[in-house]
Structure formats: C-alpha cells, structure tokens
C-alpha cells in the first residue's frame, strides 16, 4: 500500500491544477461580464461629452485592462488573504466555525470516548494525536483540517459523540483519517481559498446594492443643491452593485462545481478506507444510516458559517449536481456492499421499528457477534483485503494505511499504560515532565546531572517526576513512543514562551552527556516535527516536487547517521551505508562520522521534506536497508525508522511484533 500512499500525496497535489482552471475560467467569464458593463458606461460618458450622436464601441483596450486588473486584485487579493488567514491550518478552520478544543484531561464520558478513539487511530497510524476540537451542532458531521499531519485536526459535532455508538464513531474517525492520509487537507484549505475569492464580488455586489447606493440616492434627495449629483451616483452604484452580483452568480456557480467535482470521489475512498481500516462495515456504514434517517439538517449558526468548507465535512443533507458528497444511499451501498434497493428497504424497516418503539428483544449474543463477524469478514472481500505485515521489512510497505490488528495492538498498548501516565499525558505541564524523563540517560552518573538541570527548572516538581520515571521504567519498552505521542496534544497547548522554555530545558538534557544517542535523538526527531510547525511558521514546507536526486547531500547525511547509530564500529557503519547506497544506485563517499550533529541531520530531513512523495518512498527503502543490515528486526529500529518517516510526513503503521 505505501505505493498507493504516496501516489496519493502526489496525485492530491496535481489536483491544485484543477483548482487553478476552474478559477481561472471563473475569473475570465467575471471579468467578461464587468467587462461589458464597463464599455456601455464608457459609450454612455462619451455620448454625453458629445452633442452629436457617436459610433458605440465594442471594445476597448484599457477598459478591458483597467477591469481585469481590478477584478483579479479583488478576487486573487481575497483568495490570497484567506489561504494567509488559515496559514496556521486545521486549528484556524476549526475557529472560523465556532470549534473549541477539548481539554485532554476531560472526564466528560462522550469526549472520553471520543479522544480515545482518535488517539487509538493515530497511534495505530504512526501520525501525531491531533487536537479534537467539537462544533456545538447536535448534527452528526465531522472533519479533518490543516496542511500536513503534524497541524491537522479533527472535528466532531456534538450530535456525533453524542448519537453514534463507538463502532460508528470509531468508523468516521477512520474516514478523516483517510483524507489526512490521501493529502486531502491540503487541496482543501486551498480550495476554500479560491471560493472564498469568487464569491467576493458578489459580496461586495450586494454591499452596494444593498447600503451604499441607497444611502447616495438618499443623501441626494435630501441635498438643497441641485447640482449635487448624489442620487445619480447612487444609482451608478446600484447598477454596478447588480453587475458584480451577477459575477457572484457566476463565481457561486464556478465555487460550487469546484466543491463537487474535488469532493465527490475523495469521498468514496474515504469511505472504503474506513471500512479496511477498521475491517467493520457496521461503524460507518451505521453512522450514514443515522444520518440518512435523522433526515434534512437544520441549519445553525455554526452551519450557516460553513458554506466555504463544505467540502471538508463527513456529509452534507441535500443531493444536487453541487452537492460536495455522493448521496447517503450510495454510500451506504457501497460500504455495505448492497443494492441501494435494498438499502431503501432496509433504512424503510429501520424507521417503522424505530417508530413503533418495539420492545422486542435484541439478538442473542452468540448470533449477533457472529453476523457482525461475517459482515467484517464481507468487508475484507469486498474491499480487496487489508495489509496486515507484522514486521519491519513491510512497515514502509503500510505506510499510510491502517488495520484492525494495528487498531488492537494500539489499544492494548494504550491500556497497558498507567492511569497516572495517562492523566500526565493529558496536561501540559504534567506532558513537559514526562518527556523529560523519558530521555533521562539510564547511565546513573549522566542521570544524577541531568536531575540537577531538572531541578533548577521554575515549577518543576522531582518528587511528582521522581514517580513518573519509576512508572516510565516498569513500562513495556514499545509503549514509549505512544506515550510520547500522547502527551503532543497538550504540548502544542503550550504558549510560544512555554515552548521556547521546553525546547532550551530538552536540548540541555540530551546533550549533558556530550552526546546525543539513537533514542533521544527518536524524541527529538518526533518533536520537533509534531510541535515545531505549531509554533513557528506554521503551514510553511508545503512545495514537494523536487527530485531525489538534487537533495542527495541531504540523503547521504541522513544515511550515514543511521548507520553510526546501528553500528558498533566505523565498518559496520561503512557496510550499512554502502547497502543503502546501492538501493538508490547512488555512490558517494562515506562522510566523518564526527561531521554528523544533529543540527546537521535536521536541516537534511528539512530539505528531503521537499522532495515529491514518490521519492521519498524510494528514500525510505534505502533507510530500512540500512537499519536491517544486521538482519535483525528490534523495537529500537523499528522506533528509528518510524521518527525518520515522521519528519518526511511519511505516517508509519504502529509496528506490531510478530506472535
């Protein structure tokens, strides 16, 4: 599947072109239309200069130039501010339509259960916990929103936590975490970008339609002076706010068209991919069912702001040529693997039951996990079956993909970890000390100087740590990561001040030994991916379309230091190197061990970072070829290679070990 994944990110980014020939075609019929307006004021001037009665004019170069400017600076300009507006990414949708964040630490049973199953998904998927935020709105609806998976969140309405079972929620879950596998997000905050600018004419049509002609019409009336000329531009106003209502007509239409033909499909596969991940066509399949019977959505004031993103949503309640999602029917259809006839009767049976409120009794136990067995089995045929390699030598193959074994081993990991780890996790200052002591050096002496850095920390409280770290040490060694991976949510909590404090107290804590080994170097890798576009330049990175071949200074820095850091010699590190190299076909010197810091290694996962996704597949066989060299498969290089996918934005299956 990694083949399909970054095919995925590749094909998300080309569809821009489509949102760049709509928008242009929009643009060019607006400025058509502004265009004729402009000459028949410009013939009705120059008849009244002139006594005499004039030739009309059909065309006219700088009338044409002066409109197609100012049409572009106001639409392109309104387009432009609003990609800047949501540069932050998912969380600045997310306000923009009322969203607030859910405290980790809630105790809120519907949020529990909610945060629980998003961190199951992404701990499974290998992308970061991202943020949950809730829409006040007893709707069920849903969405994923930012630039990349290290700024995404995910949004759930009130009515979805609050109406759907934890199947059902599990199943819509794993559908945003498609379109955050598929580089759907990205081409979506574009896209609200673009309708945002062709629907700003006609905003502003209706602006002066609506106020400014009239107040000039009224201010002329009202004037003693009869030369003052007033109303006549008020109603100069009024026919060009008509005319720049008809380009928002016109770019409503172009707006809408982009919103379906972008959406529909993206849908489709966000759908099966739910049901391969979760091998469960109950979940979501019963979430569209409620949905489907719950009828017309009212609208809210939450809704009423969410024209512009209705792509982005789970589902929307009508069908029509604009609609952004295939109808319910056929989505139930296709999740369930049944006639959409069938599908009516069965959604016709469900309301009557409904209806008569029937007190008959429910299945036995026995038939009932049985049927739901058999439908997940239906699922797997159907959807063509779920990768399920357990070992390294695969996990690049899973990337991007998720399975129900991946979903279990997750929740037995997270269930293995200590309430008290977990409440830490879930609170930003109790999450600072936790990732401090999971790089405390297991060397007494480096730990005892590392204890004298934490304790002259401001609020730092080494009694409460001292516990942490005796839990951390008793923990299964493949729940480290997860945890971590748990407490990044109430990390990016933090404010710029709090974590430019963190960042100083963590550097000063790996490098006290004067070293920075393979598992503090994991921390740090991850880390600074999940929280450093949070705080700094959020949305930056985002062009991929560089070749491999012209970061390979970038490569070979990056391959080398996995070999130092798998290798107990300089020829062990030499022979790795050497293997990695011939999987691109590369030849290229093997650099001084001592050149390798880890500044060094950041800046070449920055550069690789640029290169197109298809590459960076190629990248990460040569990564794993250098860490399998010694033919052994550990928790510690699986745990290596998944920070090196996390800093390319590459989402690493949670590895899971071989029974």
């Not at 002329?220 to 003052?228: A, E, F, I, L, V």
């Amino acid at each position: 599947m990694a083949t399909n994944f970054f095919e995925q990110q590749d094909h998300a980014r080309r569809r821009t072109g489509l949102l760049v020939t709509c928008f242009l075609v929009g643009l060019i019929l607006m400025i058509a239309v502004l265009y004729a307006v402009g000459m028949i004021i410009f013939n009705m001037v120059a008849q009244d200069d002139q006594s005499t009665q004039i030739q009309v004019q059909y065309f006219n170069g700088w009338v044409l130039l002066g409109v197609a400017a100012l049409t572009t600076a106001i639409v392109g300009g309104a387009s432009l501010f609003k990609i800047i507006e949501l540069r932050s990414g998912g969380r600045a949708v997310a306000e923009m339509l009322g969203a607030r964040q859910l405290d980790p630490a809630t105790r809120v049973h519907e949020e529990r259960v909610a945060l629980n199953v998003v961190e199951e998904m992404a701990i499974a998927s290998g992308t970061p916990v991202p943020p949950v935020y809730v829409v006040e709105d007893q709707s069920i609806n849903a969405f994923a929103a930012g630039w990349s998976p290290n700024d995404a969140i995910v949004s759930l309405n009130r009515g979805t936590m609050q109406k759907l079972n934890r199947d059902e929620l599990q199943g819509v879950v794993a559908h945003e975490f498609s379109h955050i596998f598929n580089g759907d997000m990205r081409i979506n905050i574009r896209l609200i970008g673009v309708i945002h600018g062709l629907l700003v004419l006609g905003v502003t049509g209706w602006v002066c339609l609506r106020f400014i002609g009239p107040a000039m019409l009224g201010s002329g009336r009202r004037s003693s002076s009869k030369n003052d000329g007033g109303g006549g531009i008020g109603a100069a106003i009024m026919l060009f706010g008509l005319a720049l209502m008809l380009c928002g007509f016109i770019g409503t239409f172009f707006g809408r068209l982009i919103q379906a033909a972008v959406s529909r499909q993206r849908e489709y596969l966000a759908d099966a991919s739910a049901v391969q991940y979760t091998r469960n066509p109950d979940g979501i399949g019963g979430a569209l069912e409620k949905i489907k019977l719950a009828g017309s959505i009212k609208s809210s004031k939450a809704s009423e702001k969410a024209s512009e993103i209705n792509h982005m949503f789970f589902t929307k309640g009508f069908d029509s040529i604009f609609a952004t999602h295939p109808p319910l029917a056929d989505r139930i259809s296709r999740v369930r693997g049944i006639s959409q006839d069938q599908v009516q009767q069965h959604l016709q049976e469900t309301a009557s039951r409904m209806e008569r409120q029937s007190s008959a009794t429910a299945p036995e136990p026995s038939a009932r996990v049985h049927a739901q067995a058999e439908k997940r089995r239906m699922a797997g045929d159907i959807m063509g079956g779920v990768i399920l390699g357990s070992v390294l030598d695969h996990t690049v193959n899973r990337i991007g993909s998720i399975d129900s074994e991946s979903l279990q081993h997750s929740r037995d990991i997270l269930e293995s970890i200590p309430d008290a780890l977990k409440d830490a996790a879930h609170a930003a200052p109790t999450a600072q000390m936790l990732v401090y002591c999971l790089i405390l050096d297991e060397d007494s002496s480096d730990q005892s100087i590392q204890w004298s850095v934490l304790e002259k920390i401001p609020g730092m409280q080494a009694q409460q740590m001292r516990q942490y770290q005796t839990l951390i040490e008793k923990l299964d060694i493949r729940a480290r990561l997860p945890l971590l991976d748990l407490c990044i949510p109430s990390l990016s909590q933090m404010s710029e001040t709090q974590y430019r404090s963190f960042r100083e107290n963590f550097e000063r804590l790996i490098r006290v030994d004067g070293r920075i080994d393979r598992w503090e170097w994991v921390v740090d890798t991850v880390i600074d991916r999940h929280l450093e576009e949070r705080y700094h330049k959020p949305g930056a990175e985002r062009k991929a379309r560089g070749k491999l071949e012209s970061q390979q200074s970038s490569v070979v820095v990056v391959l080398a230091t996995l070999a130092c850091i798998g290798s107990d010699d300089k020829a062990a590190a030499e022979t790795a190197f050497g293997s990695s190299m011939n999987v691109l076909g590369w030849q290229a010197p093997f650099p001084d061990p001592s050149s390798l810091k880890l500044n060094g290694l950041r800046a070449a996962l920055k550069a690789i970072r640029r290169v197109r996704f298809k590459d960076r597949g190629r990248f990460l066989e040569a990564c794993k070829h250098c860490i399998l060299m010694d033919g052994k498969t550990t928790v510690e290089e699986a745990e290596t290679l998944r920070a090196v996918a996390e800093s390319i934005d590459c989402p690493m299956p949670l590895h899971v070990t071989p029974s």
